[in-house]
């Protein structure tokens, strides 16, 4: 007998104004509209211009305005 896995995506709308703990961020998978799939390796902010950045797994960074049309998968859970 096979073993097989399946997955669920759950599609929700956020409100535009949310807040969270940064660090959530880390770890979790981007994809892109063309499926390009990306891990976040870390964040940094530039305090000048007020721009968030999302430095990826390839040590590439994208702003955070840049991945409005991505999706995003939180791989870790919030601890306080």
């Known amino acids: 007998m096979g073993v097989f896995n399946s997955f669920a995506f ?3 709308k956020l409100d535009r104004v949310q807040s969270f703990d940064i660090n959530i ?3 979790a998978l981007l994809t892109n509209p ?3 799939e990306f891990y976040i390796k870390g964040v ?3 305090l000048d211009e007020h721009n968030v950045f ?3 797994e390839n040590d ?3 702003e955070w305005s840049d991945v409005e049309d ?3 998968q ?3 859970r919030i601890t306080p």
């Open 10 to 12: 759950i599609t929700m």
């Open 25 to 27: 961020l880390k770890g």
């Open 34 to 36: 063309e499926g390009g």
């Open 44 to 46: 940094c902010v530039n």
């Open 54 to 56: 999302l430095i990826l």
């Open 60 to 62: 590439e960074t994208v």
């Open 70 to 72: 991505w999706s995003i």
């Open 74 to 76: 939180f791989q870790g």
